[in-house]
T-cell receptor, first 116, second 116 residues
Framework: AQKITQTQPGMFVQEKEAVTLDCTYDTSDPSYGLFWYKQPSSGEMIFLIYQGSYDQQNATEGRYSLNFQKARKSANLVISASQLGDSAMYFCAMRGWYNQGGKLIFGQGTELSVKP | GAGVSQSPRYKVAKRGQDVALRCDPISGHVSLFWYQQALGQGPEFLTYFQNEAQLDKSGLPSDRFFAERPEGSVSTLKIQRTQQEDSAVYLC??????????????FGEGSRLTVL
């Protein structure tokens, strides 16, 4: 079975500072992918960043980077230089090698609030 | 627009009523997923289509839930005899590819169902 755990229900960060959102996962699949999505109050899930389990380097996308520690089964999201518009729910998700059609399994989410 | 479109955005139903939620995926996308997101929770997988074939319906919570995608494009999620525990946001997502190499999932804004 696959499981994603996000232990921070809510996080606060000061504008322009960096913040780390935690994600740990559990899977026995030989290969897998890890995703982070942002969900603002409008409800749409917005893709942020992807990390493949065999990627040699940590993924980066603009202000987003993924701190991937395979041995610890963690895939934390780092947001640098936080902006007010970053306030939203953030979900970590996983796709295992055997997932039918590539379905994603999501964690419970972390609500990020950026303070001015 | 070019994104995933869902309707209605909001639906209020009396307990026992049937509801139908529509998803219009990005044109040409092979894979289509339905997720259920309860308040304050992460999305939970319901079902997956590859073109018109429903290949995975392991997440459907009961036989009151039924999904179809008859022509491999638009999909409808139907809930019969709605109950209060069905109250949630129903998210639709599509992807250009299928199988293990499925890329990013593109999500709609969801249909918020409230059962009174």
């Amino acid at each position: 079975a696959q499981k994603i755990t996000q232990t921070q229900p809510g996080m606060f960060v000061q504008e322009k500072e960096a913040v780390t959102l935690d994600c740990t996962y559990d899977t026995s699949d030989p290969s897998y992918g890890l995703f982070w999505y942002k969900q603002p109050s409008s409800g749409e899930m917005i893709f942020l960043i992807y990390q493949g389990s065999y990627d040699q380097q940590n993924a980066t996308e603009g202000r987003y980077s993924l701190n991937f520690q395979k041995a610890r089964k963690s895939a934390n999201l780092v947001i640098s230089a936080s902006q007010l518009g970053d306030s939203a729910m953030y979900f970590c998700a996983m796709r295992g090698w055997y997932n039918q059609g590539g379905k994603l399994i999501f964690g419970q989410g972390t609500e990020l609030s950026v303070k001015p | 627009g070019a994104g995933v479109s869902q309707s209605p955005r909001y639906k209020v139903a009396k307990r026992g009523q049937d509801v139908a939620l529509r998803c219009d995926p990005i044109s040409g996308h092979v894979s289509l997923f339905w997720y259920q997101q309860a308040l304050g929770q992460g999305p939970e997988f319901l079902t997956y289509f590859q073109n018109e074939a429903q290949l995975d319906k392991s997440g459907l919570p009961s036989d009151r839930f039924f999904a179809e995608r008859p022509e491999g494009s638009v999909s409808t999620l139907k809930i019969q005899r709605t109950q209060q525990e069905d109250s949630a946001v129903y998210l639709c997502a599509s992807s250009a590819t299928s199988g293990r190499n499925t890329g990013e999932l593109f999500f709609g804004e969801g249909s918020r169902l409230t059962v009174l």
